[in-house]
């Protein structure tokens, strides 16, 4: 693959053990990962000039929809709350199928990589119509992100009691059937893997308590991740309260749903204790400020999350509901609402874009992204501080405050997937065109 120098960045932040942040530093990039930083370093291969730039390490999502990028601001669901807000869109994701699956998780992905994000998760729990996993999979590899997609599931439709229609969950025997089949066929253990797959029941709401505790033994067995949404509204605590009789956090224990190997999103309505249990089991939350004000959720405890030693990292959330995916906007959004509910020390802008990076990485159990040091994947966002959004600021490196929202240059296991504000992997103009077109033919459908 060769190397790339990128040479005389004015700071390298570079979330590594000690937090380094380095003034005038090159980068330099061989084979996939860092090799080197400091000043003076010379390579054979290519240079990307960096002055005037805020070097990061790529930013990391970890919750994503990524096929409602054709469902965003719906008539009839851009002020719904939660549950009517799935209502009203669960007929018009009923006629997906494997073309919108895929050109969906492209448009999503490019969206994200042009605002820093190297590393995506996603979070695809309905199969409609033939779509399959893989779809998502081969779109992210065509964008050259790097990608943990999650085989979710809803088995719980109308007839029994639950929220989807019939006809969009699927058999349990079927759901753990094919969480099997995509796991061995995709799933890359190794590290500087550009696949890792997870499985991920949607939400207690629409699988059974069976269902929950299979797919945690199954994922136990198989070596993968968990991954759900959990506790993330008033609506979400009285359910499980009326339903099981306890509260999310006591769901999840009593399923082997807690644990290092397990991420689940929102939880804005964690309580001390709830705290207290993921910090003891490591279990990993995805915090997604955006969609939990859209959605009128609430503020989600992260600074008492960080300070009892919660893995956070953050999420765009699906684009139905948020309905923009900007991980560097999102990074915003978390240091602003932590700021609204625990006054302007609560949260730097520091703090923020090492929870979007590092933080993120640590969530997904890759410890060998989310960090610029040697050794690691070369995912870095190169962002261009001479701009109007920078101009002024005393210190452009807090990038979350005053910064460009979109990067100039990203690199994602030493391959460049965005140039000088271009994405390079793909033809976007006729990306958009199929998108748009597919969006079209869905809002026709009603
Ligand atoms: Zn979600």
Redesign the pocket.
Known sequence: MGEILIQNADTVLTMDDDKRILRQTDVLIRDGQIAAIGQGLTTSGEVIRAEGCVVTPGLVNT?H?LYQNLTRAVPGAQDALLFGWLQRLYPIWSRFGPEEMFISAQLGLVELALSGCTLSSD?LYLYPNGARLEDTIHAAAEVGLRFHPTRGAMSIGESKGGLPPDHLVEEEAAILEDMIRVVDGFHDASEGSMCRVGLAPCSPFSVSRELMRDTALLARDKGVMLHT?LAENDEDIAYSEAQFGCRPGQYAEDLGWTGPDVWH??CVKLNPREIDLFARSRTGVAH?PC?NCRLGSGIAPVRQMRDAGVPVGL?V??SA?NDMANLAGEARQTMLLQRVAQGADAMSAYEALEIATRGGADVLGRPDCGRLSPGKRADLAIWDVTGVASSGSWDPAALLLAGPNQVRHLIVEGRSVVRDGQVTTLDLPRLLEHHHRLALKLAEGG
């Open positions: 919750h929809h979070h949404h999103a929102h997604c969609s999420g959330d699906g509901s």
